[in-house]
């Protein structure tokens, strides 16, 4: 089966609205964390999350959290051309993944970052061809 996701900018100024054309990808495998996912509060252990996905057919991912949060994706060492296995999420801005290096054996949802900050929830579709 084949998923497609498209990520769509919209800007809203003073005198009026833009938006870019957006950026779509497809792929034959989503991979889903469910809009109830928690983010702990901060102070409370990582959120360990089943699931896994290849660095190969890898095509993009998309997270949005209600709270800043760091997610840990163990076994990838190279996000959009950074050595790193983590993506810092700010509250509510969407964050995309255009590239990685490495498979993904597991996700590891961090506490939020704000002292003494609520838990919250996370969202994202990552997306890939198996």
């Not at 497609?4 to 005198?15: C, K, N, R, W």
């Not at 054309?21 to 996912?37: C, K, N, V």
């Amino acid at each position: 089966m084949a998923y497609t996701q498209t990520l769509l900018q919209v800007a809203t100024v003073p005198t009026g609205q833009f938006s870019d054309t957006g950026i779509t990808t497809t792929g034959d495998t989503l991979l889903s964390l469910a809009p109830s996912t928690v983010v702990p509060a901060n102070g409370a252990g990582a959120n360990a999350v089943v699931g896994a996905f290849p660095a190969t057919g890898f095509q993009s991912m998309v997270l949005l959290a209600t709270v800043p949060c760091v997610i840990t994706f163990t076994g990838v060492t190279v996000i959009d051309g950074v050595s790193t296995s983590d993506v810092t999420l700010v509250a509510n801005v969407i964050h995309r993944v255009a590239a990685i290096t490495g498979a993904c054996t597991a996700i590891s949802i961090g506490a939020n970052t704000t002292g003494a900050g609520p838990a919250g929830t996370i969202q994202g579709s990552i997306l890939y061809n198996a």
